[in-house]
């Protein structure tokens, strides 16, 4: 088997169809696959539609909400592929993307992850190859903070604005909505980090990958498009914090400077 696709599912369940749709169209050149997908407890018909319309795939369905690296851990685990594409529903794969990924992977051995560019549906690129976060980006991340012209220059530098975006090129981290790994790494890394339930798991697991001796890099050949979201700093901290998420989100971000406390942190 030469690639597992793992894709983790919370009430996406339209936004997973059309994924699922992209991938089986998509040109994998010959190389040999699997899908799984875990659904963390979506209690909203997925299960049927699934068995409906991929009825190849291996589903596998949790009685709860495992959060998204307990549950990515799941189909993992699952997994019998060289390498893991671990996938967001709330993707499309375009034409070669992962042939592409499997190929740079193949030619370049000490890469434990790598991801590909992300586009907005209207070919808007998105930034999604990152510095480690200071201890306050995360801050500067979620609040109007943002605006003040010191901190877009600081947000600017940890999303690698500064590099070239049309260029392969090694990465801290990069977002967790794609990330096509070496089955063999992720068994060394740990996998994902499970007391992190939202948030900071992508980070993790690129940190840790780089410290089994691992790289990291930004692929921009290969292209999928990403339908974005955020949790806005639009609305001020205060009217943020009462979003279950962003809460969540906060949580994750604690844990993650606890863990690396005595780690230079970017």
């Known amino acids: 088997m030469?690639?597992?696709?793992?894709?983790?599912?919370?009430?996406?369940?339209?936004?997973?169809?059309?994924?699922?749709?992209?991938?089986?169209?998509?040109?994998?050149?010959?190389?040999?696959?699997?899908?799984?997908?875990?659904?963390?407890?979506?209690?909203?018909?997925?299960?049927?539609?699934?068995?409906?319309?991929?009825?190849?795939?291996?589903?596998?369905?949790?009685?709860?909400?495992?959060?998204?690296?307990?549950?990515?851990?799941?189909?993992?685990?699952?997994?019998?592929g060289k390498y893991v594409?671990?996938?967001?529903?709330d993707t499309m794969v375009?034409?070669?993307?992962?042939?592409?990924?499997?190929?740079?992977?193949e030619t370049h051995g000490r890469v434990g992850i790598a991801g590909p560019q992300a586009l907005n549906p209207n070919g808007q690129l998105q930034y999604t190859r990152c510095r480690f976060h200071g201890l306050l980006t995360p801050l500067y991340r979620r609040t109007p903070l943002q605006h003040l012209p010191f901190v877009r220059q600081k947000?600017?530098?940890f999303l690698t604005k500064d590099m070239d975006y049309s260029a392969a090129t090694p990465a801290d981290w990069l977002f967790g909505f794609c990330l096509f790994a070496r089955r063999s790494v992720l068994e060394q890394a740990g996998y994902f980090d499970e007391?992190?339930?939202?948030?900071?798991?992508?980070?993790?697991?690129?940190?840790q990958?780089?410290?089994?001796?691992?790289?990291?890099?930004?692929?921009?050949?290969?292209?999928?498009?990403?339908?974005?979201?955020?949790?806005?700093?639009?609305r001020g901290w205060f009217l943020g914090i009462s979003n279950r998420n962003v809460r969540i989100h906060i949580a994750s971000w604690l844990k993650y400077f606890w863990k690396y406390r005595r780690s230079k942190l970017a």
């Open 2 to 80: 030469d690639i597992s696709f793992v894709i983790l599912n919370y009430k996406s369940k339209g936004l997973l169809k059309n994924c699922l749709k992209s991938i089986i169209s998509s040109d994998l050149g010959g190389l040999r696959y699997e899908i799984i997908v875990v659904d963390n407890a979506s209690n909203d018909g997925v299960a049927e539609m699934l068995g409906k319309n991929f009825a190849d795939i291996t589903f596998i369905a949790s009685k709860k909400n495992l959060g998204y690296g307990s549950g990515n851990n799941v189909g993992i685990r699952a997994a019998h």
């Open 85 to 89: 594409a671990i996938l967001n529903p």
């Open 94 to 105: 375009t034409a070669n993307a992962f042939r592409t990924l499997f190929d740079f992977m």
């Open 155 to 157: 947000l600017a530098r």
């Open 195 to 207: 007391r992190f339930f939202l948030g900071f798991e992508d980070t993790d697991l690129c940190r």
């Open 209 to 234: 990958v780089w410290r089994k001796g691992f790289e990291v890099w930004y692929v921009p050949q290969a292209q999928l498009i990403h339908y974005p979201h955020r949790f806005s700093g639009e």
